[in-house]
């Protein structure tokens, strides 16, 4: 059987900054070619949709899986899948992901029949029973776990046992030197653990891995490392090194073996705080860059997004990172009620720290709680716009100078850290880069204003909606800890879901409040 993996194109931020290796789609073939599968993977980040269709017609297919990670490309992934199938009718199109996990039934009535299934949940897990099905009984697919047709769908998707039994293809990626993120170019990518224990507002990640969290082992980790060809590595865990015992075991079995990498990490505050000396050595290892999601400069909009950390431990955490002599990413949420003065405030605030700050647009994704307790009504259901670089929620402000303050206030981050600035702070970097060959990053110091831009952002709002969302519910009346599981793709197994020690666990509890001790 012949088994294709494809990633759809790129969204507007990962056009000026970053452009990841699809690792999720890489597991997903590696595990189709494990199964048996005569495997193949096209990434349309990197390539264009006619290089998709000239494989489909001389190849041919037999299964052919569509990555579906971003709410964004929903519209492009539903038109693959029709351009697919018109092109070879008999192949079994299957769409999967974190997005696609919220959606099923969405997708396959926008498919008319052109999608043949949605695989919610870990891909690992589901596909060899699926495959399995497609081969032997394909006019029962839709009883196999996490897999949604138009005539059903089976039991709730399971975990992958063993995250130490999987591994990405990487072999399958053809231009491996299109991938960067800042100035790690080429940049790979690699997961330790995966899951998130908290449970913040905005954020679907513990709704899909229903509050679980599993780590690699360390032997695992140092094995996938030094596979890795790329001197640039982004290390995908939604939180890094929560638990210090962990994260020092790899950092020194990787200090054995003489691994020489730089990394990128993403982490809390209250982590950092914690684990102090973790993230000292993974400075010794090559820990280039850090990101922090602070989320907000002031204690009430840390109390939106529930984030349950004080403001002013935040303020330490990013001394502690300075202190690192690295280069730190942080993230605040715009929300769509903020007016010309809050920006304002914002803007100062960026020019006064050192910091790559990064402003997204608050913005209800289907499978966070503020899907379905936002009260405030969506102003749009084009999935395009559902980018964090779109006010999907109505604008104080009229929505044009909402565009000009939130693009101005972006500039002052792109002005200090890209462009000439970049050239002048970084030379010596970026001569290494350009010497070996790569030019992703240089090439993009200048795209800024081609891609942020009031305008086009207010012209993304006036194009037709091909395809629109179901809008979202009210929640039922329900609140809390039962709202929080009517979102779970893989139903909470508690405590034992979580592969933490019991002073972490301790941690995360408190992090997240006392009355949320007891929940799932």
Same mark, same amino acid.
């Given at each position: 059987m012949k088994f294709?993996? =494809?990633?759809?194109?790129?969204?507007?931020?990962?056009?000026?900054? *970053?452009r990841l290796?699809?690792?999720g789609?890489?597991?997903?073939?590696?595990t189709a070619r494990?199964y048996g599968c005569?495997?193949?993977?096209?990434?349309?980040?990197?390539?264009p949709?006619?290089?998709?269709?000239r494989l489909?017609?001389?190849?041919?297919?037999d299964v052919?899986a569509?990555?579906?990670?971003?709410?964004?490309?929903v519209?492009e992934?539903?038109?693959?899948?029709?351009?697919?199938? %018109?092109r #070879?009718?008999q192949?079994?199109i299957?769409?999967g992901?974190?997005?696609a996990?919220f959606i099923? @039934?969405e #997708?396959?009535e926008?498919?008319?029949?052109?999608?043949?299934?949605v695989?919610?949940?870990?891909g690992e897990s589901g596909?060899?029973?699926?495959?399995?099905?497609?081969?032997?009984?394909?006019a029962n =697919?839709?009883?196999v776990?996490?897999?949604?047709?138009t005539?059903?769908q089976?039991? %709730?998707?399971s975990?992958v046992?063993?995250?130490?039994?999987i591994?990405?293809?990487r072999?399958?990626l053809?231009h491996?030197?299109?991938?960067f993120l800042?100035?790690?170019?080429p940049?790979a990518?690699i997961?330790?653990?995966?899951g998130c224990?908290?449970d913040?507002?905005?954020?679907?990640?513990?709704?899909?891995?229903g509050r679980?969290y599993r780590?690699?082992?360390?032997?695992?980790v140092?094995e996938?490392?030094?596979r890795?060809?790329?001197?640039?590595?982004f290390?995908? @865990?939604?939180v890094? /090194?929560i638990?210090e015992?962990l994260? *020092?075991?790899?950092?020194?079995?990787?200090?054995?073996k003489?691994?020489?990498k730089e990394?990128?990490?993403?982490?809390?505050?209250d982590?950092?705080l914690?684990n102090k000396d973790v /993230?000292?050595?993974?400075k010794?290892l090559?820990m280039a860059?850090? /990101?922090l999601?602070i989320?907000?400069?002031?204690?009430?909009?840390?109390?939106r997004y529930?984030?349950r950390?004080d403001?002013?431990r935040?303020?330490e955490? *990013?001394?502690f990172?300075?202190?690192? +002599?690295?280069?730190v990413a942080?993230?605040i949420i715009?929300?769509? +009620?903020w007016?010309?003065?809050?920006?304002?405030?914002?803007?100062?605030w960026?020019?006064e720290?050192?910091?790559?700050v990064?402003i997204?647009i608050n913005t209800p994704y289907?499978?966070t709680?503020?899907?379905l307790t936002?009260?405030?009504k969506?102003s749009t259901?084009?999935y395009?716009? /559902?980018?964090i670089?779109h006010?999907? $929620?109505p604008t104080? &402000?009229?929505?044009?100078?909402?565009?000009?303050e939130?693009?101005?206030t972006q500039?002052i981050?792109?002005?200090?850290? $890209?462009?000439?600035s970049?050239?002048?702070?970084?030379g010596?970097s970026?001569?290494?880069?350009l010497m070996r060959? %790569?030019?992703?990053?240089?090439g993009? *110091?200048w795209k800024?204003d081609?891609?942020?831009?009031p305008a086009l952002?207010?012209a993304?709002?006036?194009?037709p909606v091909k395809?629109? &969302?179901?809008?979202?519910?009210?929640? @039922?009346g329900k609140?809390g800890?039962?709202?929080?599981?009517s979102?779970y793709?893989h %139903?909470p197994l508690g405590?034992?879901?979580r592969?933490l020690d019991d002073a972490?666990e301790?941690?995360v509890d408190q992090?997240?409040?006392?009355?949320?001790?007891t929940?799932g």
């Amino acid at each position: 059987m012949k088994f294709l993996a =494809v990633h759809p194109s790129p969204l507007m931020y990962t056009k000026v900054f *970053l452009r990841l290796e699809p690792l999720g789609l890489e597991l997903i073939a590696e595990t189709a070619r494990r199964y048996g599968c005569e495997t193949q993977l096209i990434d349309l980040q990197v390539e264009p949709a006619p290089a998709l269709f000239r494989l489909v017609e001389a190849w041919r297919p037999d299964v052919i899986a569509i990555s579906l990670n971003y709410l964004a490309n929903v519209p492009e992934v539903v038109d693959l899948a029709k351009a697919c199938k %018109q092109r #070879l009718p008999q192949a079994f199109i299957v769409v999967g992901g974190h997005s696609a996990s919220f959606i099923a @039934d969405e #997708l396959l009535e926008h498919g008319e029949e052109a999608i043949d299934a949605v695989l919610k949940g870990e891909g690992e897990s589901g596909l060899p029973l699926l495959l399995e099905a497609i081969e032997t009984d394909r006019a029962n =697919v839709h009883a196999v776990p996490g897999v949604v047709t138009t005539q059903g769908q089976g039991p %709730q998707p399971s975990f992958v046992t063993d995250l130490n039994r999987i591994s990405p293809a990487r072999d399958l990626l053809r231009h491996r030197n299109k991938y960067f993120l800042g100035m790690l170019d080429p940049c790979a990518s690699i997961e330790f653990s995966r899951g998130c224990p908290w449970d913040c507002s905005f954020c679907s990640a513990w709704t899909f891995y229903g509050r679980s969290y599993r780590t690699l082992h360390p032997d695992k980790v140092v094995e996938e490392v030094q596979r890795v060809r790329e001197p640039g590595l982004f290390i995908v @865990d939604d939180v890094a /090194f929560i638990q210090e015992k962990l994260g *020092l075991e790899i950092g020194e079995a990787l200090a054995r073996k003489g691994v020489k990498k730089e990394y990128y990490l993403e982490t809390r505050g209250d982590v950092l705080l914690r684990n102090k000396d973790v /993230f000292r050595l993974w400075k010794e290892l090559g820990m280039a860059y850090m /990101f922090l999601g602070i989320e907000a400069i002031d204690s009430e909009g840390l109390e939106r997004y529930r984030k349950r950390i004080d403001l002013s431990r935040n303020f330490e955490a *990013l001394e502690f990172a300075r202190s690192l +002599d690295i280069n730190v990413a942080i993230n605040i949420i715009a929300d769509t +009620d903020w007016d010309h003065e809050r920006f304002r405030v914002v803007r100062e605030w960026c020019k006064e720290v050192p910091e790559i700050v990064n402003i997204s647009i608050n913005t209800p994704y289907p499978g966070t709680e503020i899907w379905l307790t936002e009260s405030r009504k969506l102003s749009t259901l084009d999935y395009r716009l /559902f980018d964090i670089q779109h006010a999907v $929620m109505p604008t104080r &402000m009229p929505l044009e100078e909402f565009y000009a303050e939130l693009v101005e206030t972006q500039r002052i981050m792109f002005t200090k850290h $890209m462009g000439w600035s970049a050239i002048r702070k970084f030379g010596k970097s970026v001569g290494r880069i350009l010497m070996r060959g %790569q030019t992703n990053f240089v090439g993009n *110091l200048w795209k800024f204003d081609k891609v942020f831009n009031p305008a086009l952002q207010l012209a993304d709002h006036r194009m037709p909606v091909k395809y629109a &969302m179901k809008p979202p519910g009210n929640g @039922d009346g329900k609140r809390g800890k039962s709202l929080s599981k009517s979102l779970y793709i893989h %139903q909470p197994l508690g405590r034992s879901g979580r592969q933490l020690d019991d002073a972490s666990e301790r941690f995360v509890d408190q992090s997240r409040g006392a009355e949320q001790v007891t929940e799932g």
